[in-house]
DNA sequence: GTCGGCTCCAAGAGTCGCTTATGCTCGCCT
DNA sequence: AGGCGAGCATAAGCGACTCTTGGAGCCGAC
């Protein structure tokens, strides 16, 4: 009978490739992990790790049980959770990840919303990139995922098991330098800015980004690639290049020395919230969907 | 943290209506059940069943937790099923890595006795010699490692934290050129050789030659080195010079215009599989290191 | 009214798991 | 090459837990 408990000790010893790592993670000493792991390939039946002096790698067997921790585990505390807000114990937490332009717009008003309506209710909030921040979901280590995606269909097979709540269409927009020759524009298509020197944004957006210049007919030069997106607006505004991001991600930014423009054709990426379908049911998670869905009509 | 020993228990309530029945089915007393309802009721924090005189019901977060139960119990179950699988053989993976001459006699014969014995389990074959497989080794990039020495003291001080199996001894012999003046003789004196045109085979091999020659009293002239035993055997054949060679080496390989012969004095080296202690507690690996064991002794 | 089944309660014994303490090996740095 | 720190294994001791046995209370059925 593998014990729920061992998993949890597995998962932490095989993430941070270490005993005593995963006994400080876990809050007790390194014999207990010991133990544990013993218990666990005793009833097992086979060998879960090789200890090799420098570090401690998993089996095969080890492999296929940390796989299947992962389910069983965000399983139980999922459990917990729903039983824990039927209890009215109002103890209720919900765990956030978001990417950075959606926890300083979308995350904020809702997150109001919610204390508001039901103080108690803890929220913790991570930021993560979609990849990464489905990943975590997934595991377990948190309950509600922020992400988005380009164009509807693209990776829609990859979320078929999630519960998915759109939220709202994100435009992308133009940013070029004051005094740029399109800078009073307005609205410009985006073939006129072929030539120009481009700064791109996370690897998503850029992808996206070549993608959208491949259909105009051309490849944008891009002198420039950061993940932070006031940076971005910096770099434009300092006249080094021109970018094209999501509304949203300029919305919290003062755009200094740059202008915006509109970008034809029109592109959207689209903001949606993830969540486990058994965590759906828990009152809290279910309420902070609703909150993000208001704070998106709102917005 | 509730655990799947509760809700094993809660479902078999749930599914009975009853305590007594549920610890008929359950093979315990009811007080057991009894209690370990109780628990669980403690770490959910609120009442899972009602007792109504006739019979038990669930609340709503029993309910609740029933429903979680199946999927959780489903995947403990499966994974439970998915190791003992590879536990028993009947699934699992081996990684090998042997050096050439091996992989073509000991390895084929291994493989498919393991197979017939454990249909299920998959084996993957890596081509590598003995320092740099052994490496592979500890660095977890396979499970088991065909190697060699030559002398059984030479080298075993590089393998004394491994788990080291001895296959077979295989001796060397002579390969010389049809028409040589010792193509007839059966058996040389390695000293008989000395001024001849050497072709070596791979470095570990090739020093091995050296040494031997040594003892013999002259310095071999070596005018080839190749790892491909094949090429040497064509070599020799073409009257390019002669060789010393593992009979393993040349068993698969037709001695087209070469004649062997026994060298004196002997000279063996010892064909042993490796593997990491841990590792060879893991059924797959050994299963196939007996395997081996047997392909070698019937060799 | 009595009986049978079910549940809860209490006490005792055994087991289990954690912690502290200790020894050992390995890798690293001097 | 030797000392040092980190990590893992092991042993003993202790507390907690869980199961069992035995008994009592409760309700429905006959």
Redesign the interface.
Known sequence: ?????HLRVLRAVAATGSFSAAARELGCTQPAVSQQMKALEAS????L?????RET?L???GE??VR??A??LA??T???E???A????RAGRVRLVSFPSGSSTLVPTALAALRAAHPGTRVSLVEAEPPRSVEMLRDGDCDVALAFRYGAGHTAAEWDDLVVRPLLADRLVGLVPEGHRLADAGSVEIAELAGESWIAGCPRCRRQLVDVCEEAGFVPRIDFATDDYPAVVGLVGAGLGVAVLPELAIESVRPKGARTVTVEPAVEREIVALTLP?LA?VPTVAATLDELSRAATRA
Chains 1, 2 share one sequence.
């Open positions: 009978m593998i014990e729920a408990r097992a039946g086979t060998p790790l090789v200890r090799t002096g790698r089996t095969q067997a296929v049980l299947h921790a389910g069983i399983g139980l999922a459990a917990e729903e039983v824990a039927i209890a009215g114990l058994d049911q």
